[in-house]
Structure formats: C-alpha cells, structure tokens
C-alpha cells in the first residue's frame, strides 16, 4: 500500500526539480509515486537536497528539493512506494 508522505510546493521547470513539503521520512533509493490533477508517475529517489545541500533522508516537517521525471504542480501529492 502506498503511503502520503507530502505534497509539492514548488516546481522549477528549467531544471526539472520539485520542491515538497514531506509528512513523512524519504530516502535515497526509495520509489514514489507522485499523483496530481490530470496524471500519475512513478520514479526513483535518485538524489535529495535540503537548503542545497546533498542528504542521503529527510523526514517530517522539512522542505526537500529532488529532480523529478516529469513536470509536477504545485499541490500534487507524493507517495512512498511500497515494495511488492
């Protein structure tokens, strides 16, 4: 079952990167699913970044940005990705 762990703030278009606010913890190398109005994608967690900074996990309550795989809005919601 996929689990809500934050929703995106912001969306850098020129660099392919989404800002989300995290409810949950995120890892490096964890899969998530992030679902808006008009689609749905699944990607790796390839790289995070708090204040610009390389982090291997963020958790609750803090800001991280991540290269997404396709744009994203403002509102979009991100989902961990449980394992099969």
């Known amino acids: 079952m996929d689990t809500c762990i934050g929703q995106v703030t912001h969306f850098f278009n020129h660099l392919g990167v989404a800002v989300l606010q995290l409810s949950g913890e995120l890892k490096v190398g964890e899969t998530i699913k992030i679902v808006g109005h008009s689609k749905e994608f ?7 970044e708090v204040e610009h900074r390389k982090v291997e996990s963020a958790g609750p309550g803090m800001e991280v940005a991540m290269k997404v795989a396709e744009p994203v809005h ?5 989902f961990k ?4």
């Open 42 to 48: 699944t990607q790796p967690v390839s790289s995070l």
């Open 74 to 78: 403002k509102g979009d919601k991100v």
């Open 81 to 84: 990705v449980s394992p099969q």
